[in-house]
């Protein structure tokens, strides 16, 4: 009987204790877990989200980003293997277009909307009628091919976001750009393509560009997954970063170009709503060559229709523009051979420029394009203009003012007080929405001492790139050039504020514009 009340008081003991060791285990199992969790490597996670906006330096929770961002669905490789095979099996079997060297002359590339009876210029070398057979056969191939992919371009449906490109040398001049943006307000996400791994900077695109919502993307690594796809070059990559890009609405920016205002409300607003396609123009007339119409079945468009387009600003919907842009990609992939001749007929900014407006075309899809001519940025400079950038209007104000086309009445194609019906008001004149400053590039380290820099006059002494601070006030709302130097200034001082770069870029500022007053200290 004692025996039996010891074993049992033994039990009573001992079950409390076993308790305490299993609650133990179980809390120690879960502490594991969630360490697992925590620690595992973002690459395992299923949803990739951009990271908030932010000026504090990106966490570890960042690392590996460009390997996730560059790492792409089964969706997107079936689809780009498709397409590469469309594009290859469309490939003209003829030999490249050549065209005269040097530029067409001033008269041919003048936009002049009253000379209807204006032709294209002829400037193609040895072009037979064998060849455009051959051209017209491979267009009418793959525009069939284009119907059967378009349903399955990938995109992420209802993402809006902010493309471009850039390479080492044009990353200094991206980075003055993106954080133009950003002081806009802005707070799109953006995605930035660069080429190959080479090319990949772990501070820039782990540490800089998540703490500005930006993210590079390797291109290479989607596009070797089509090994029958021909090496892309030059301006082939802004369709390609455009085309894996995860964006449903889309706003491409050359790496020099950048909003002087928050560019978010344009997806809300037509002529973006209504087109899904939205250009803006060249300083120059359209040069598309009277072969081209009949090569892709279109109708003629006169160089007396519009002018030409400046593609370094496109808004894009890949839902409205599905064919369009399976389009585009054939243009692009077979533009330097093929295409880029006969749409710019070596004109000044010769490309990927005119092949936007051709794709929808081609597919009788919609299309804007800003009436609203580019503004120069520039000043005078003893009484010679030195132009900068250019300015591209806004598409809204543009689409609802529809300036009157120039003639004998209309020097301008701006509407006049006269022009209008008693009681009734002219919309407000279209302003400036975007800079492109593609004649001299806003690199920290190079711009004060590239050949012919806009910031330094023929005499030496230190200017303002785009003329007075009243005319930025007026076209702008605020002076843009100053706060364009402010970010310059934060980007060449970002790495050492000690530096004679830095030094230099500081002296300017102060020589030109006065104190550093609105940089934060020790930048």
């Known amino acids: 009987m004692r025996s039996l009340n010891a074993s049992l008081l033994l039990r009573v003991l001992f079950l409390p204790v076993l308790f305490i060791i299993y609650c133990t285990f179980l809390q120690l199992r879960v502490h594991i877990s969630n360490v697992a969790i925590h620690s595992r490597p973002p690459s395992q996670n299923n949803?990739?989200?951009?990271?908030?906006?932010?000026?504090?330096?990106?966490?570890?929770?960042?690392?590996?980003?460009?390997?996730?961002?560059?790492?792409?669905?089964?969706?997107?490789?079936?689809?780009?293997?498709?397409?590469?095979?469309?594009?290859?099996?469309?490939?003209?079997?003829?030999?490249?277009?050549?065209?005269?060297?040097?530029?067409?002359?001033?008269?041919?590339?003048?936009f002049e909307p009253l000379d209807i009876a204006k032709r294209p210029p002829s400037r193609l070398v040895n072009f037979t009628d064998a060849q455009e057979l051959i051209l017209f056969k491979s267009h009418y191939h793959m525009r069939t091919a284009s119907q059967r992919l378009a349903p399955n371009l990938p995109f992420s449906k209802g993402t809006t976001g902010i493309v471009t490109?850039?390479?080492?040398?044009?990353?200094?001049i991206f980075l003055v750009s993106l954080r133009m943006l950003r002081r806009t307000g802005c707070t799109l996400p953006v995605e930035v393509f660069i080429d190959d791994w080479t090319k990949y900077d772990?501070?820039?695109?782990?540490?800089?560009?998540?703490?500005?919502?930006?993210?590079?993307?390797?291109?290479?690594?989607?596009?070797?997954?089509?090994?029958?796809?021909?090496?892309?070059?030059?301006?082939?990559?802004?369709?390609?970063?455009?085309?894996?890009?995860?964006?449903q609405?889309?706003?491409f920016l050359d790496s020099d170009a950048f909003p002087a205002h928050d560019p978010s409300p344009l997806f809300e607003t037509a002529p973006y709503t209504t087109h899904g396609l939205v250009l803006w123009p060249d300083l120059f007339g359209l040069t598309v060559s009277e072969h081209y119409y009949h090569i892709a079945g279109v109708a003629y468009e006169s160089p007396s229709a519009r002018q030409s387009t400046e593609s370094g600003v496109v808004l894009l919907d890949k839902?409205?523009?599905?064919?369009?842009?399976?389009?585009?990609?054939?243009?692009?992939?077979?533009?330097?051979?093929f295409y880029y001749p006969l749409l710019c007929q070596g004109s000044h900014g010769a490309g990927d420029k005119e092949t936007f407006a051709a794709a929808a075309a081609s597919v009788a899809a919609p299309w804007y394009q800003v009436k609203s001519g580019v503004a120069g940025l520039g000043f005078f400079d003893e009484g010679a203009y030195r132009?900068?950038?250019?300015?591209?209007?806004?598409?809204?104000?543009?689409?609802?003012?529809?300036?009157?086309?120039?003639?004998?009445?209309?020097?301008?194609?701006?509407?006049?007080?006269?022009?209008?019906?008693?009681?009734?008001?002219?919309p407000p004149k279209?302003?400036?929405?975007?800079?492109?400053?593609?004649?001299?590039?806003?690199?920290?380290?190079?711009?004060?001492?590239?050949?012919?820099?806009?910031?330094?006059?023929?005499?030496?002494?230190?200017?303002?790139?785009?003329?007075?601070?009243?005319?930025?006030?007026?076209?702008f709302?605020?002076?843009?050039?100053?706060?364009?130097?402010?970010?310059?200034?934060?980007?060449?001082?970002?790495?050492?504020?000690?530096?004679?770069?830095c030094s230099d870029l500081r002296a300017h500022f102060v020589e030109v514009f006065g104190a550093l007053k609105s940089l934060d200290p020790g930048v």
Not at 165 to 172: C, E, G, V
Not at 319 to 337: L, Q
């Open 165 to 172: 490109t850039a390479n080492a040398k044009y990353i200094p």
């Open 387 to 426: 132009l900068s950038g250019l300015a591209q209007m806004d598409p809204r104000a543009d689409a609802a003012y529809l300036p009157p086309t120039r003639w004998h009445m209309h020097a301008a194609d701006l509407w006049e007080a006269s022009d209008t019906a008693r009681g009734s008001q002219l």
């Open 319 to 337: 839902e409205k523009h599905r064919a369009s842009f399976v389009m585009m990609m054939y243009y692009n992939y077979y533009g330097p051979g």
């Open 47 to 110: 949803t990739i989200t951009h990271p908030p906006l932010s000026t504090e330096p990106a966490t570890s929770s960042s690392k590996n980003l460009t390997e996730i961002k560059s790492t792409f669905s089964s969706e997107v490789k079936d689809f780009w293997r498709d397409l590469a095979t469309a594009l290859e099996e469309a490939r003209p079997a003829c030999d490249p277009i050549r065209v005269e060297t040097g530029h067409p002359s001033s008269k041919e590339t003048t």
């Open 202 to 247: 772990p501070l820039i695109c782990e540490t800089l560009l998540p703490s500005l919502n930006a993210a590079c993307i390797v291109l290479s690594d989607i596009y070797a997954t089509a090994p029958n796809a021909a090496p892309p070059t030059s301006y082939q990559f802004k369709l390609l970063a455009m085309l894996f890009s995860s964006f």
């Open 477 to 501: 709302g605020y002076d843009i050039e100053r706060r364009v130097w402010e970010v310059i200034i934060e980007e060449g001082c970002r790495l050492d504020a000690a530096s004679r770069v």
């Open 430 to 475: 279209p302003k400036p929405l975007f800079v492109h400053q593609n004649m001299h590039k806003l690199d920290p380290a190079r711009i004060l001492t590239m050949d012919g820099s806009t910031a330094m006059m023929k005499n030496g002494s230190h200017t303002r790139m785009w003329g007075p601070v009243r005319n930025n006030i007026d076209v």
């Open 249 to 251: 609405h889309l706003l």
